[in-house]
């Protein structure tokens, strides 16, 4: 459904280039829970970027439904059916959740839909709608409808960058119902154990490069090994 | 009244949910329209042009309208509009201005509004600001406000002026006795070769009395905005100003700050920031399916209406 072929990701530095992604060959499946972990540094941010378009590959070629992607913009992309939720959620001075929600959802939602949409991640509608997406809500509250913009958007496939961060009062137990029930393609950048259970796959970074694809029992050995050879590192 | 001057009046002073208690519509300069209630009077001055608006002690949630609507080319419009409002009284104020010019000379109007609002009254004052016609000549409007409140006393002033005015000097003077709040929302949207100056100056001189200035700005073309406020704090009070400018093309905007607490419990505050739209905001609304152009005008529509 959608595939990674060669993707490469380059940025020059004063002296020389360095390679923040290299030679990235990935094949995303219809329906399936796609986690994607590795240690701060690894390129989990920026395969995901680059997936939606705010970063575009220095290098290969991005296909999505048998059609090359690599040069849409990301609305274009949005268009074709790829969602995605931001790491650190974005506030505007003047736009209410409400608008947000209806700009996904690309109609306008009587207040039932709305409440669907944000009672998904645990928000009561009647508190939130009418109120402006800015910094006067908490990181948490933030979180929660930067997920809720995803769920209205129905799109193919579903993009979250470390969803759990700043999840506050709200269990993961929720969060990982959310992504269950989700009919998508989800691909999930995430260090989080309860989130990796989940997968269907997960895919190790490491420096750049897939170091790992397999099930969370597959991977898990590896994901120890590397945090303690880190840590080992770090310390020695 | 044709179908320029009602669509004119429709821009500047669209009907209010709220019951209308008086009006005065004025016209080139002259009053094309006026009807006062029991509570509210309207009584033409005798030494200048303008009207003094008398309103009782203790009227509820009425509504008064003044337009001002210009459709003549070369007219230099000046008005006094002095406000008295009574006690106790809760009444929400519609005014501004609208020039249709077509011609090739300018057209002005000077309205200078004064307002001395009671003990504990309350006003809600929406003051729009419309310019069109395709003529060469200027849409100018320069409101000046004076605003004098006594104890316990609230007014809320809401300013609206999306693009047009090819040029606006706007400036806004108070005085504020004790414990009276005044909140200002300044949205100003100017394009092409269009300049608009605000000017506030406020005088906190009451115990803990309280002003609270939000003037958000977007500036097209090369269009030139210039915003300064001037707080004063004689008494123990609080004084918040927050300028947000949004730059587009080769627009400028300036912000120029200037607080004094005379008196060492004042607290004063002025916050500036001037930029492009932030690369983020343009992204997430992309991600959700806008286009860049539509993402910029939902986030300046959200900045100026929201």
């Known amino acids: 459904m959608l595939k990674l072929e060669n993707v490469s990701y ?9 390679d923040i992604l290299k030679n990235i060959n990935l094949d995303f499946l219809k329906g399936k829970i796609y986690v994607i972990t590795g240690p701060n540094g690894s390129g989990k941010s920026t395969l995901v970027k680059l997936i939606m378009g705010i970063l575009s590959p220095t290098e290969g070629k991005i296909v999505f439904n048998d059609k090359d992607i690599t040069n849409l913009k990301i609305n274009e992309r949005a268009g074709l059916g790829i969602a995605y939720a931001f790491q650190q959620p974005v506030t505007f001075k003047g736009l209410k959740v409400k608008d947000l929600l209806n700009i996904a959802s690309n109609k306008e939602n009587d207040f039932n839909t709305l409440c669907d949409y944000l009672s998904k991640v645990g928000l009561c509608a009647k508190g939130y709608i009418n109120r402006p997406l800015d910094d006067k809500l908490s990181g948490g509250e933030l979180k929660r409808i930067e997920l809720a913009m995803v769920l209205a958007r129905n799109a193919l496939v579903n993009i979250f960058d470390e969803p759990e961060a700043g999840i506050d009062l709200w269990s993961f137990e929720n969060l990982t119902k959310v992504f269950k029930e989700l009919k998508s393609t989800t691909i999930i950048v995430s260090h989080q154990t309860k989130i990796l259970e989940i997968a269907d ?4 970074l490491k420096e750049g490069k897939v170091e790992k694809i397999g099930s969370n029992s597959e991977v898990k050995p590896l994901l120890h090994l590397e945090m303690c050879g880190k840590l080992r590192g770090e310390n020695g | 009244m044709d179908k320029i001057d009602k669509s004119l009046l429709e821009k500047v002073s669209s009907l209010h949910e709220i019951k209308l208690g008086a009006f005065n519509i004025r016209k080139n300069g002259e009053v094309l329209e006026r009807k006062t209630s029991g509570e509210i009077d309207i009584v033409p001055k005798k030494d200048k042009p303008g009207i003094d608006i008398i309103i009782k002690p203790n009227v509820q949630n009425k509504a008064v309208h003044i337009p001002v609507i210009i459709t003549a080319g070369g007219l230099n419009d000046l008005v006094y509009n002095d406000f008295y409002v009574g006690e106790n009284s809760f009444v929400t104020i519609v005014a501004g201005c609208g020039i249709h010019n077509t011609s090739n000379i300018d057209s002005v109007h000077n309205g200078i509004h004064s307002f001395h609002l009671g003990k504990n009254s309350h006003i809600k004052y929406i003051e729009r600001h419309v310019g069109e016609g395709k003529g060469k000549g200027g849409k100018i409007l320069n409101p000046t406000t004076k605003i004098y409140q006594k104890e316990n006393s609230i007014m809320e002033i809401e300013t609206l002026q999306l693009g047009g005015v090819t040029s606006s000097v706007r400036k806004t003077y108070a005085r504020l006795g004790e414990n009276a709040q005044l909140n200002v929302q300044e949205n100003i949207l100017t394009e ?10 406020v005088t906190l001189e009451g115990k803990n009395s309280k002003v609270e200035v939000v003037s958000h700005s977007v500036a097209k073309g090369k269009s030139y905005q210039e915003f300064k406020s001037d707080l004063i704090g004689k008494a123990e009070c609080f004084g918040h100003v927050e300028c947000d400018g949004i730059l587009l093309d080769n627009a400028r905007i300036v912000s120029v700050p200037m607080i004094d607490a005379i008196n060492s419990d004042a607290s004063l505050v002025h916050e500036a920031a001037i930029g492009k739209i932030a690369g983020d905001e343009l992204i997430k ?5 806008l286009s860049e152009e539509e993402a910029e005008d939902v986030i300046i529509k959200g900045f100026l209406m929201g």
Not at chain 1, 10 to 18: I, P, T
């Open chain 2, 285 to 289: 609304l992309m991600t959700l399916g």
């Open chain 2, 192 to 201: 092409d070769k269009e300049t608009a100056t605000t000017l506030f100056k």
């Open chain 1, 10 to 18: 380059l940025v020059s530095e004063k002296d020389n280039d360095k």
């Open chain 1, 201 to 204: 796959t997960v895919i190790l």
